[in-house]
């Protein structure tokens, strides 16, 4: 077989993956609401299969007037939660658990987004898959638990929504490369 021949079967194998994943049902987001915190556009990203680790996010709000500080107990999908920050070491991004819970200050608003702050499904009892939703219970030093659940979106969003790589365009304040006109 020509070199080209092959290529083209993988485009078309390509193709035929995007239009499967256009065509998966899509798990509608709740937002929640906990004393003062309010968690909108909770979403996990999808996995490979094999993958020990998924991520999930959300935009969390404290509209109270003290600090909060959340951690994450449990998933269903996951043998352990954490929540992970991004941090540079030696000119290189690594992610560490957040110690002692994720600080909220009143009124701040944190995003749970690709790249930074997320909440970090750690030995994957089952690969999560597009379509689905998994599901965590969040722990609010004041404000209480929360069971919170994720829509899963493709492998490599970078938002829901927004297919892999497509992340630059996006409405609203999650995006990492805002055009600004
Ligand atoms: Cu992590």
């Given at each position: 077989m020509t070199s080209i021949a092959k290529t083209n079967i993988r485009l078309a194998a390509a193709c035929a993956l995007a239009l499967t994943q256009l065509a998966a049902p899509a798990a509608q987001a709740t937002d929640y609401n906990v004393g003062p915190i309010q968690i909108t556009a909770p979403w996990a990203r999808a996995t490979p299969k094999g993958a020990s680790t998924g991520a999930a996010y959300m935009t969390i709000t404290n509209t109270g007037k003290t600090p909060d500080k959340v951690s994450c107990v449990s998933s269903?999908?996951?043998?352990?939660?954490?929540?992970?920050?991004?941090?540079?070491?030696?000119?290189v991004m690594q992610m560490r658990p957040v110690?002692?819970?994720l600080e909220i200050k009143p009124g701040e608003t944190v995003t749970l987004k690709p790249?930074?702050?997320h909440?970090?499904?750690?030995?994957l009892k089952?690969?999560?898959?597009?379509?689905?939703t998994v599901k965590t219970t969040l722990?609010?030093?004041s404000a209480g638990t929360v069971d919170v659940?994720?829509?899963?979106?493709?492998?490599?969003?970078?938002?829901?929504?927004?297919?892999?790589?497509?992340g630059m365009q996006m409405q609203g304040g999650?995006?990492?490369?805002?055009?600004?006109?």
């Open positions: 269903d999908a996951s043998a352990e939660c954490q929540i992970h920050t991004m941090v540079m070491n030696n000119g110690e002692g819970g790249g930074g702050l909440v970090m499904l750690v030995n089952h690969p999560l898959e597009q379509g689905s722990k609010f030093d659940d994720y829509p899963v979106a493709a492998i490599g969003a970078a938002a829901p929504g927004v297919p892999a790589g497509g999650g995006g990492m490369q805002m055009n600004k006109p």
